[in-house]
């Protein structure tokens, strides 16, 4: 049974509890009416407790070494006595029975250290119910004492943008290919990129790396209109090189003492609030209108018809609509 | 007064009827009940009769020479024999009180033609009622005849994106700068091209064209990810030279029969017609939300408390939510 009595998941937040924060983030995770509401008066009170670590969205296709990077840069920061949480965004992971975090295996040193708290992608329904659920557990781990939060995706759907509006930072991961392509880019990620780490810079494939920098110095001075305030640096990495994510966390340092600077840190989370807010809002307008029996019977039909030009999609819409 | 006899709309339409297809654009523009039900009936009745243009999306931001391309194109089309509509998509017309397109001197040449129909942007409240307007006004074109549609952009809110998701090839017009860079990019547009043309590519410009070209060749080999049938090819032309718009075309029809002959046309169009149904429905679900007296009036609220952390954004749209 889980326990509810809301003022004891509180303070066990706001003491660092593990037992406790595990806890409250079933109460997030669960369907269950009566948990839901307890979650929700949780999270209202814990709210003025959170917003005080920086947050770095994390992307990069399989195969651009995610794990290793977070694992590597989690151990260091945590080395240094930050508290690291990593969580993670997967819309798939309901459907796959595990989680691309399920196994902490994966994270070996950085699961076993004191300072960190890995907590597999949440399932849901819905992208938006994920990312819902992700974002409050981040401000839990936030009120927990969490000064650090790593928010990795999968890049699954939309995934990417869900994450970039819930972060202070998102940073996007690649590689050099054999030849002196780039690998691991998504339509539309490099857009949301505010850095880009070019991963596996060592060894043979060092020259591979420079060249895939430049053209992509190239095409980000195109597509990202430089800012008095910042403009998407492009950076190589490597997880086999010690300290070899060091410039990473340094240029997500100084990309916080700007924004924090120039006023745009605070602008930022604001904007994401309300995004956030009206992101809720259109998810749960869109549940209501799945979910309505009549509508939801009709839906394969009526797309039948539109794809085969038997009725216009206004026409469609509006039949939809009718039904409300 | 509107005549309103359905049949007298649909048989003017399918004769090419000039003073009939604007009474019926009219119709379709009005907010009356009554002239929206009639605009209905006759969408319904004239869809079998359309789907038969080429329909070419055009955007730039201002000082790239849209106006000058699209009239060029438009009137080599029109001599060529094809008959040619120029529909717009401006999200402010109604606020600037005109239309990028209002004022028909800005393409002389091609307004005077007889093959050319040239209309202004629908007024509406909304993005997706400008551009839902848009649509219907390009089936009324195609039931009339037309086999060239161009709609134009100017670039406001996603009004790009809107436009895209009705045309079959989407152009990105741009100018090289005064020194090699490019000019007129707007985030995640590249992305939306099916091509690019970088125009003013004559005189002194040539040198810098040439570089922007390039650069820009390596930023969209980047960023989409060839495909077997098209990937997006980088062109130039001029306005100043004679048929300096004709390799922008030739792209045209080059896309339009590979695309014919792998099946992506009658796929593409297809998956347009679903997504638009969903974005209506997407669309009437947020209107209904918003004229709902209770919910407008704590809007501005709301949105203040949660951009000052005074309530969470998930608890807003939970009440938000709640008065529907």
Same mark, same amino acid.
């Given at each position: 049974?889980?326990?509810?009595?809301?003022?004891?998941?509180? !303070?066990?937040?706001?003491?660092?509890?593990?037992?406790?924060?595990?806890?409250?983030?079933?109460?997030?995770?669960?369907?269950?009416?009566?948990?839901?509401?307890?979650?929700?008066?949780?999270?209202?009170?814990?709210?003025?407790?959170?917003?005080?670590?920086?947050?770095?969205?994390?992307?990069?296709?399989?195969?651009?070494?995610?794990?290793?990077?977070?694992?590597?840069?989690?151990?260091?920061?945590?080395?240094?006595?930050?508290?690291?949480?990593?969580?993670?965004?997967?819309?798939?992971? !309901?459907?796959?029975?595990?989680?691309?975090?399920?196994?902490?295996?994966?994270?070996?040193?950085?699961?076993?250290?004191?300072?960190?708290?890995?907590?597999?992608?949440?399932?849901?329904?819905?992208?938006?119910?994920?990312?819902?659920?992700?974002?409050?557990?981040?401000?839990?781990?936030?009120?927990?004492?969490?000064?650090?939060?790593?928010?990795?995706?999968?890049?699954?759907?939309?995934?990417?943008?869900?994450?970039?509006?819930?972060?202070?930072?998102?940073?996007?991961?690649?590689?050099?290919?054999?030849?002196?392509?780039?690998?691991?880019?998504?339509?539309?990620?490099?857009?949301?990129?505010?850095?880009?780490?070019?991963?596996?810079?060592?060894?043979?494939?060092?020259?591979?790396?420079?060249?895939?920098?430049?053209?992509?110095?190239?095409?980000?001075?195109?597509?990202?209109?430089?800012?008095?305030?910042?403009?998407?640096?492009?950076?190589?990495?490597?997880?086999?090189?010690?300290?070899?994510?060091?410039?990473?966390?340094?240029?997500?340092?100084?990309?916080?003492?700007?924004?924090?600077?120039?006023?745009?840190?605070? !602008?930022?989370?604001?904007?994401?609030?309300?995004?956030?807010?009206?992101?809720?809002?259109?998810?749960?307008?869109?549940?209501?209108?799945?979910?309505?029996?009549?509508?939801?019977?009709?839906?394969?039909?009526?797309?039948?018809?539109?794809?085969?030009?038997?009725?216009?999609?206004?026409?469609?819409?509006?039949?939809?609509?009718?039904?409300?």
């Amino acid at each position: 049974m889980i326990q509810t009595d809301p003022e004891l998941f509180i !303070q066990g937040i706001l003491d660092g509890n593990r037992r406790i924060i595990a806890k409250t983030i079933t109460l997030i995770e669960s369907s269950l009416k009566e948990h839901q509401r307890n979650a929700f008066t949780v999270m209202d009170k814990i709210l003025p407790h959170t917003g005080k670590s920086i947050r770095l969205g994390i992307t990069g296709v399989p195969g651009v070494g995610k794990s290793t990077f977070i694992e590597n840069l989690g151990v260091s920061l945590a080395q240094k006595g930050h508290k690291v949480a990593v969580l993670a965004v997967d819309p798939t992971s !309901q459907r796959s029975g595990g989680s691309i975090l399920g196994d902490k295996t994966r994270m070996e040193k950085l699961s076993a250290h004191e300072n960190a708290f890995i907590r597999p992608s949440p399932a849901g329904e819905t992208l938006g119910g994920v990312a819902a659920k992700t974002r409050e557990i981040m401000l839990i781990c936030e009120a927990a004492g969490f000064d650090v939060i790593l928010v990795e995706t999968v890049g699954v759907g939309q995934s990417e943008t869900s994450v970039a509006a819930m972060v202070d930072f998102f940073l996007v991961l690649m590689i050099a290919g054999a030849g002196d392509e780039l690998q691991g880019i998504k339509k539309g990620i490099l857009e949301l990129a505010d850095g880009i780490a070019i991963n596996k810079a060592d060894g043979d494939n060092l020259k591979a790396v420079e060249k895939a920098k430049g053209d992509l110095e190239i095409a980000m001075h195109l597509i990202c209109p430089e800012s008095p305030t910042w403009s998407t640096p492009v950076m190589t990495c490597s997880s086999v090189i010690d300290g070899g994510t060091n410039n990473i966390w340094e240029m997500v340092l100084d990309h916080n003492k700007k924004f924090k600077a120039s006023g745009e840190f605070k !602008q930022r989370r604001k904007k994401q609030s309300l995004e956030w807010m009206w992101t809720l809002v259109e998810e749960g307008l869109k549940q209501r209108f799945k979910h309505n029996e009549k509508i939801n019977k009709e839906i394969p039909k009526i797309s039948q018809e539109v794809k085969n030009d038997k009725i216009s999609p206004s026409a469609a819409a509006e039949v939809l609509l009718s039904y409300l």
